[in-house]
Protein backbone atom coordinates (compact mmCIF):
# COMPACT_ATOMS: atom_id res chain seq x y z
CA UNK A 1 0.00 0.00 0.00
CA UNK A 2 1.14 3.34 -1.14
CA UNK A 3 2.27 6.15 1.48
CA UNK A 4 -0.59 8.45 -0.11
CA UNK A 5 -2.77 5.60 0.44
CA UNK A 6 -2.28 4.79 3.55
CA UNK A 7 -2.68 8.45 4.80
CA UNK A 8 -5.76 8.71 3.45
CA UNK A 9 -7.26 5.84 5.40
CA UNK A 10 -8.65 5.38 9.20
CA UNK A 11 -6.16 4.07 11.02
CA UNK A 12 -9.38 2.19 12.46
CA UNK A 13 -10.07 0.36 9.00
CA UNK A 14 -5.67 -0.56 8.42
CA UNK A 15 -4.25 -3.96 10.05
CA UNK A 16 -2.03 -3.87 12.87
CA UNK A 17 1.11 -3.47 10.43
CA UNK A 18 -1.02 -0.78 8.83
CA UNK A 19 -1.57 0.94 11.85
CA UNK A 20 2.38 0.68 13.18
CA UNK A 21 3.25 2.09 9.54
CA UNK A 22 0.79 4.58 9.78
CA UNK A 23 2.14 6.29 13.57
CA UNK A 24 5.22 5.72 12.24
CA UNK A 25 5.32 8.04 9.44
CA UNK A 26 3.49 10.46 11.92
CA UNK A 27 6.05 9.78 14.37
CA UNK A 28 9.39 10.28 11.94
CA UNK A 29 6.93 13.46 10.21
CA UNK A 30 6.91 15.12 13.84
CA UNK A 31 10.51 14.44 14.86
CA UNK A 32 11.17 16.17 11.23
CA UNK A 33 9.43 19.08 11.83
CA UNK A 34 10.51 19.35 15.74
CA UNK A 35 14.31 18.70 15.36
CA UNK A 36 15.09 22.14 14.01
CA UNK A 37 13.58 23.84 16.43
CA UNK A 38 15.07 21.49 19.26
CA UNK A 39 18.35 22.50 17.82
CA UNK A 40 18.54 26.11 18.02
CA UNK A 41 17.61 25.60 21.41
CA UNK A 42 20.34 23.65 22.05
CA UNK A 43 23.24 25.52 20.30
CA UNK A 44 21.17 28.64 22.61
CA UNK A 45 22.24 26.79 25.61
CA UNK A 46 26.06 26.21 24.84
CA UNK A 47 28.92 28.12 23.82
CA UNK A 48 29.46 30.37 20.76
CA UNK A 49 31.20 27.15 19.32
CA UNK A 50 28.41 24.39 19.07
CA UNK A 51 27.44 25.10 15.69
CA UNK A 52 30.21 24.21 14.38
CA UNK A 53 30.18 20.47 16.28
CA UNK A 54 30.20 17.80 13.33
CA UNK A 55 28.32 15.75 14.44
CA UNK A 56 25.50 17.97 15.14
CA UNK A 57 25.53 18.46 19.03
CA UNK A 58 22.06 17.25 20.47
CA UNK A 59 23.12 17.58 23.90
CA UNK A 60 20.92 20.71 26.23
CA UNK A 61 23.79 22.16 27.74
CA UNK A 62 23.97 25.36 31.04
CA UNK A 63 25.02 28.42 29.11
CA UNK A 64 21.36 29.47 28.12
CA UNK A 65 20.54 32.97 30.56
CA UNK A 66 24.52 33.69 29.89
CA UNK A 67 23.96 33.71 26.64
CA UNK A 68 20.46 35.56 26.73
CA UNK A 69 22.57 37.91 29.44
CA UNK A 70 24.51 39.27 26.23
CA UNK A 71 21.29 39.61 24.45
CA UNK A 72 20.11 41.86 26.71
CA UNK A 73 23.25 44.23 27.13
CA UNK A 74 23.03 44.45 23.21
CA UNK A 75 19.30 45.19 22.50
CA UNK A 76 16.01 46.42 24.18
CA UNK A 77 15.19 42.20 23.42
CA UNK A 78 12.01 42.37 25.77
CA UNK A 79 10.34 45.88 24.57
CA UNK A 80 10.82 45.09 20.68
CA UNK A 81 9.23 41.50 22.19
CA UNK A 82 6.01 43.95 23.69
CA UNK A 83 6.34 46.46 20.73
CA UNK A 84 5.84 43.12 18.25
CA UNK A 85 3.33 41.72 20.29
CA UNK A 86 1.14 44.89 20.05
CA UNK A 87 1.60 45.38 16.72
CA UNK A 88 0.86 41.70 15.45
CA UNK A 89 -2.41 41.68 17.76
CA UNK A 90 -3.51 45.08 16.52
CA UNK A 91 -3.07 44.42 13.12
CA UNK A 92 -4.77 40.68 13.47
CA UNK A 93 -7.39 42.03 15.34
CA UNK A 94 -8.60 44.39 12.74
CA UNK A 95 -8.04 42.18 9.90
CA UNK A 96 -10.01 39.05 11.16
CA UNK A 97 -12.86 41.96 11.81
CA UNK A 98 -12.50 43.74 8.38
CA UNK A 99 -12.16 40.66 6.57
CA UNK A 100 -14.47 39.15 7.87
CA UNK A 101 -16.72 41.81 7.46
CA UNK A 102 -15.74 41.92 3.46
CA UNK A 103 -15.98 38.37 3.24
CA UNK A 104 -19.68 38.23 4.63
CA UNK A 105 -20.68 40.90 1.97
CA UNK A 106 -19.21 39.57 -0.65
CA UNK A 107 -20.33 35.93 -0.05
CA UNK A 108 -24.00 36.72 1.03
CA UNK A 109 -25.37 40.37 -0.39
CA UNK A 110 -25.83 41.66 -3.75
CA UNK A 111 -24.23 45.01 -5.02
CA UNK A 112 -23.72 46.93 -8.07
CA UNK A 113 -20.08 45.67 -9.55
CA UNK A 114 -20.06 42.89 -6.76
CA UNK A 115 -17.85 40.54 -9.03
CA UNK A 116 -15.37 43.04 -10.40
CA UNK A 117 -14.77 44.23 -7.20
CA UNK A 118 -14.22 40.90 -5.84
CA UNK A 119 -11.96 40.67 -9.09
CA UNK A 120 -10.04 43.41 -8.33
CA UNK A 121 -9.66 42.34 -4.41
CA UNK A 122 -8.38 39.37 -5.74
CA UNK A 123 -6.18 40.34 -8.71
CA UNK A 124 -4.15 42.49 -5.87
CA UNK A 125 -2.68 39.16 -4.72
CA UNK A 126 -0.50 39.37 -7.60
CA UNK A 127 1.01 42.23 -7.21
CA UNK A 128 4.73 41.58 -5.19
CA UNK A 129 4.61 43.61 -1.57
CA UNK A 130 8.43 45.88 -2.78
CA UNK A 131 5.81 47.48 -5.28
CA UNK A 132 4.01 49.46 -2.96
CA UNK A 133 6.73 50.16 -0.84
CA UNK A 134 7.20 53.22 -2.36
CA UNK A 135 3.85 54.87 -2.33
CA UNK A 136 3.07 53.73 1.03
CA UNK A 137 6.00 54.61 2.72
CA UNK A 138 5.18 58.16 1.03
CA UNK A 139 1.80 58.64 2.53
CA UNK A 140 2.84 57.48 5.44
CA UNK A 141 5.66 60.38 5.51
CA UNK A 142 2.64 63.00 4.02
CA UNK A 143 0.65 61.72 7.44
CA UNK A 144 3.89 62.40 9.46
CA UNK A 145 3.40 58.35 11.07
CA UNK A 146 6.94 57.38 9.83
CA UNK A 147 8.71 55.69 12.99
CA UNK A 148 5.68 54.82 14.43
CA UNK A 149 3.51 52.07 15.48
CA UNK A 150 1.16 53.51 12.61
CA UNK A 151 3.00 52.84 9.77
CA UNK A 152 2.96 49.35 11.12
CA UNK A 153 -0.58 49.07 12.04
CA UNK A 154 -2.80 50.71 9.68
CA UNK A 155 -1.64 49.63 6.15
CA UNK A 156 -2.03 46.13 7.40
CA UNK A 157 -5.76 46.31 8.85
CA UNK A 158 -6.60 44.28 6.00
CA UNK A 159 -5.67 42.29 3.00
CA UNK A 160 -6.72 40.78 0.02
CA UNK A 161 -6.17 37.36 1.31
CA UNK A 162 -7.93 37.76 4.23
CA UNK A 163 -11.49 38.54 2.03
CA UNK A 164 -10.87 35.77 0.01
CA UNK A 165 -10.04 33.15 2.62
CA UNK A 166 -13.41 34.67 5.22
CA UNK A 167 -15.44 35.13 1.18
CA UNK A 168 -14.99 31.54 0.65
CA UNK A 169 -15.68 30.14 3.82
CA UNK A 170 -18.95 31.94 4.31
CA UNK A 171 -20.55 31.18 1.14
CA UNK A 172 -20.36 27.28 1.79
CA UNK A 173 -20.46 27.74 5.90
CA UNK A 174 -23.90 30.16 6.37
CA UNK A 175 -26.36 29.18 4.90
CA UNK A 176 -28.95 31.37 3.22
CA UNK A 177 -31.93 30.02 5.15
CA UNK A 178 -30.72 30.82 8.54
CA UNK A 179 -30.03 34.64 7.00
CA UNK A 180 -33.48 34.58 6.22
CA UNK A 181 -34.66 33.47 9.84
CA UNK A 182 -32.75 36.26 11.17
CA UNK A 183 -34.43 38.59 8.63
CA UNK A 184 -38.00 37.31 9.80
CA UNK A 185 -37.27 37.52 13.53
CA UNK A 186 -36.37 41.26 13.40
CA UNK A 187 -32.53 41.07 13.34
CA UNK A 188 -30.90 43.90 11.38
CA UNK A 189 -27.55 43.58 8.89
CA UNK A 190 -24.83 43.99 11.66
CA UNK A 191 -26.97 41.52 15.02
CA UNK A 192 -27.21 38.44 12.08
CA UNK A 193 -23.97 38.99 10.87
CA UNK A 194 -23.17 38.69 14.80
CA UNK A 195 -25.41 36.32 16.24
CA UNK A 196 -25.50 34.18 13.14
CA UNK A 197 -22.47 33.69 11.26
CA UNK A 198 -19.54 34.93 13.55
CA UNK A 199 -20.40 31.54 15.79
CA UNK A 200 -20.60 29.74 12.03
CA UNK A 201 -17.21 31.08 11.17
CA UNK A 202 -14.99 30.73 14.10
CA UNK A 203 -12.84 28.39 13.38
CA UNK A 204 -11.80 30.65 9.81
CA UNK A 205 -11.61 33.45 11.61
CA UNK A 206 -8.96 31.43 14.19
CA UNK A 207 -7.27 30.21 11.12
CA UNK A 208 -6.84 33.75 9.44
CA UNK A 209 -5.96 35.27 13.03
CA UNK A 210 -2.95 33.16 13.72
CA UNK A 211 -1.62 33.02 10.30
CA UNK A 212 -1.82 36.96 10.03
CA UNK A 213 -0.07 36.71 13.22
CA UNK A 214 2.95 34.89 12.39
CA UNK A 215 2.97 37.06 9.25
CA UNK A 216 2.85 40.57 11.25
CA UNK A 217 5.36 39.00 14.01
CA UNK A 218 7.81 37.75 11.57
CA UNK A 219 7.99 40.82 9.05
CA UNK A 220 11.18 42.47 9.12
CA UNK A 221 11.25 44.36 5.46
CA UNK A 222 9.05 46.88 5.99
CA UNK A 223 9.74 47.56 9.99
CA UNK A 224 12.94 47.74 9.09
CA UNK A 225 11.90 50.42 5.79
CA UNK A 226 9.86 52.69 8.48
CA UNK A 227 11.11 52.80 11.86
CA UNK A 228 14.11 54.70 12.71
CA UNK A 229 13.88 54.53 16.28
CA UNK A 230 15.68 51.82 18.87
CA UNK A 231 12.32 52.10 21.08
CA UNK A 232 9.82 51.41 18.24
CA UNK A 233 12.31 48.49 16.89
CA UNK A 234 9.91 45.12 16.75
CA UNK A 235 11.93 41.94 17.78
CA UNK A 236 12.84 41.24 13.81
CA UNK A 237 14.33 44.21 13.98
CA UNK A 238 16.24 43.33 17.60
CA UNK A 239 17.52 40.14 16.22
CA UNK A 240 19.17 41.49 13.15
CA UNK A 241 20.83 43.61 15.58
CA UNK A 242 22.65 40.56 17.07
CA UNK A 243 24.73 39.79 13.40
CA UNK A 244 26.87 42.97 14.08
CA UNK A 245 29.54 41.91 16.11
CA UNK A 246 33.23 43.04 14.81
CA UNK A 247 34.94 39.71 16.89
CA UNK A 248 32.36 37.46 14.80
CA UNK A 249 28.87 35.69 15.08
CA UNK A 250 28.14 34.38 18.48
CA UNK A 251 25.66 31.94 17.74
CA UNK A 252 24.83 30.47 21.44
CA UNK A 253 23.68 34.08 21.92
CA UNK A 254 21.67 34.59 18.63
CA UNK A 255 20.00 31.04 19.13
CA UNK A 256 18.99 31.97 22.68
CA UNK A 257 17.76 35.04 21.06
CA UNK A 258 15.53 33.04 18.46
CA UNK A 259 14.17 30.45 20.56
CA UNK A 260 13.08 32.98 22.96
CA UNK A 261 11.60 35.32 19.91
CA UNK A 262 9.73 32.31 18.72
CA UNK A 263 8.01 31.09 21.84
CA UNK A 264 4.70 33.39 21.68
CA UNK A 265 4.14 32.38 18.07
CA UNK A 266 3.96 28.64 19.64
CA UNK A 267 2.28 29.81 22.41
CA UNK A 268 -0.59 31.47 20.17
CA UNK A 269 -0.93 28.42 17.93
CA UNK A 270 -1.46 26.08 20.99
CA UNK A 271 -3.87 28.59 22.07
CA UNK A 272 -6.26 28.05 19.16
CA UNK A 273 -4.84 25.22 17.75
CA UNK A 274 -8.24 23.71 17.89
CA UNK A 275 -9.92 26.27 15.70
CA UNK A 276 -6.94 26.21 13.42
CA UNK A 277 -7.61 22.59 13.05
CA UNK A 278 -11.38 22.58 12.14
CA UNK A 279 -11.44 25.78 10.15
CA UNK A 280 -8.18 24.15 7.84
CA UNK A 281 -9.76 20.72 7.65
CA UNK A 282 -13.59 22.04 7.00
CA UNK A 283 -14.92 20.46 4.05
CA UNK A 284 -12.39 18.07 3.77
CA UNK A 285 -14.61 15.49 5.41
CA UNK A 286 -18.11 14.62 4.24
CA UNK A 287 -20.22 13.34 6.89
Known amino acids: MS ?159 GIFWMRQYISTAVHTELIEAGRIDGGGHFRIFWNIAIPVITPAMATLGILNFMTVWNDFFWPLVVLKNQEHFTIQIALQQLFSNRDGLDYGMIMSATFTATLPLLIVFLLFSRWVIAGLTSGAIKS
Open 3 to 161: TVRLLKKDPDDLGIFGKIGFYLILILGALVSIFPFYWMFVVGTNDRGAVFHVPPLLTVGNQFFDNFQRVLDKTDFFQALGNSLFVSSMVTISVVFFCTLAGYAFAKYEFPFKNILFYFVIATLFVPQQLGVLPTYVIMAKLHWIDSFKALIVPAMVNAF
